[in-house]
Structure formats: C-alpha cells, structure tokens
C-alpha cells in the first residue's frame, strides 16, 4: 500500500492537532458515557433480582451523577466536536486546491469538457 497517498488522505485532518484531539476526546467521552451507562443498569439489575436493596441507592446516586455530569458536558463542549474538525478540514482543503483551480488557464480546463466541470462545480 502506497502510504504517501494514505498521509495525503488524513493531511487535512493533521493540519490542526488541537482540533483534531479535543474532538477525539469529546467523542472519547460521549462514546464511553454508553459504557458506563450499561455497566451501572447491568448493576443495578443484578442488585434488583439479588433481592439485596442495600446497594441500589449507592448505585443510583452514581447513575443520576453520571448522567449529570454527562449532560453538563454535552451542554459545554458543543462547539467542540464534529463542527470544529469540519471547519478546519475545508478551510485547509480551499487553501490548497482551490488557489491551484483559480490559476488553471480556461483552454486547459476546456480539455475535460466544460459540462464535466460545470457539473463538478454546481454540486
């Protein structure tokens, strides 16, 4: 496998590594937040059908924490995820390629036919 064209696919991503790592640890956080959840309910299901209610206050006090604490999260880092990378990613891609499109003389764009590009750039 050729990697300069797998490093020239994920440069747009790399070009802002602040980015790049707050969105992977939102989605770190949002993804684990499941996890976390199934474990208390699996916990919580175990002390019900124990029959044993010493427990399940302790557990629910951590189920009710836990979902707080996730909410307030979501709440703050809404700006942080997939929006961020988004911006950075076309911002970095109309750097770099739509400066080289501007500078193509209109005779060598011709030779792809002009309905192609018309067609590539109404989209």
């Given amino acids: 496998m050729n990697t300069d064209k797998v490093r ?3 440069e747009p991503i790399f070009v802002d590594k602040k ?9 770190i956080v949002i993804g684990g937040y499941t996890l976390v959840n199934i474990l208390l309910i699996q916990k919580i299901v175990a002390i ?3 029959g044993a209610t010493d ?26 995820r997939w929006i961020m990378l988004d911006n950075t990613i076309v911002k970095y891609l109309q750097e770099k390629y739509l ?12 030779t792809f036919g002009t309905g192609k590009i018309i067609s590539i750039l109404s989209r």
Avoid: C, P, Q
Wanted: no cysteine; charged share 15%; aromatic share 20%.
């Fill in 8 to 10: 020239r696919f994920f």
């Fill in 19 to 27: 980015v790049l790592f707050l969105s992977l640890f939102v989605w």
């Fill in 48 to 50: 019900i059908e124990s």
């Fill in 55 to 80: 427990g399940i206050m302790n557990i629910a006090a951590i189920f009710a924490s836990v979902n707080i604490l996730y909410f307030v999260f979501v709440y703050v880092s809404r700006n942080h």
């Fill in 99 to 110: 400066k080289k499109f501007d500078t193509i003389s209109n005779t060598h764009l011709e």
